[in-house]
């Protein structure tokens, strides 16, 4: 059925203040936390790779240590998803409105309803970051999990007893990006938390922590450590799509979130032969994804 003339019977009428319904959009997160990427097929793989691991004690006139194990470790998949959205108004509707710059037949707020609609996907890599997702693949654990693999042994991007945000539990999390992050061959890697996230629900937490210049919630005149401890912490997102109320995140330098774009935004629109409805419609192609845990340290307590 499209947008006709009952839809909108008051914008016939002369006399009308104003037309409302149109607001400011929310801020753009997703391009902060994830690395965008434009494929070229239908679907981007990415392998996770072991390197050589450390050097061994060599004897006088003994045999040198040989590491033939580097090689593929993991694969993560990643398909980028059709998304539309069109309507149709009739052209009734559009010659009778007499407030087409308030009310625009061809711009009905798509490039919002887009832009909400990615910033939702971005964010449920994180709201379903303690499940595995079997379509991605990788190193078969959730994005954060207590025991990801590697030759040798197991790495942790999530602490063994989830805790609350406090100065204690963020100091812990960026000491445990810089000690436990290791490669495929248990080498240690540079790491280092670059950014807090929150939901809007730990924003005011996150303010106190980050943006004191003293200890947070103490009388005394110790320095913040949290400003400088393994680089500094300074500043945080409070995401509105997080739906976990009391889940944390520690977004790192380790380039893994990643923003596929197989094809931008478009609009394209016509008018329909028979009915003479114009029709529009949005189409865009693309997806978010993650291809190496590291980028991510989360707490999830729950209680």
Known sequence: MAIALSAIKDLLIPGLMEVTGQYKDLPNYYGKVFSKRTS???VERSVQTRYVGLPELKTEGGSTHFDNSAGQRYVYNMEPVEVGLGYAITRKAIDDNLYKSDFKPTALGLVKAFNQ??????????????????????????MCATDHPYDGG????????????????????????????VDEAGLKIYARAERLIVPLE?????????????????????????????????????????????????????????????????????????????????????????NDPRAVWGSFPSS
Do not use: C
């Open 117 to 142: 609609y990615w910033e939702r996907e971005a964010a449920s890599i994180f709201n379903t970051a303690t499940t595995y997702d079997t379509q991605i693949g990788g190193d078969g654990k959730a």
């Open 40 to 42: 070229k097929l239908q």
């Open 154 to 181: 197991t790495w942790a991007n999530r602490p063994s007893t989830d805790t609350d945000l406090n100065e204690g539990s963020l100091l812990d999390g960026m000491t445990g990006v810089r000690r436990d992050f």
């Open 202 to 290: 730990l924003e005011k937490v996150a303010i106190r922590l980050l943006k004191s210049e003293l200890r947070p919630g103490t009388a005394n005149n110790d320095v913040n450590a949290v400003r400088s401890l393994s680089g500094g912490l300074s500043e945080y997102i409070a995401w509105d799509y997080l739906t976990n109320t009391r889940a944390w995140f520690l977004d790192t330098s380790i380039d893994g979130l990643i923003h596929i774009e197989r094809v931008a935004f478009e609009t394209d629109m016509q008018v329909d032969f028979t009915t003479d409805n114009l029709l529009v419609k949005g189409y865009q192609r693309a997806g978010f994804f993650y």
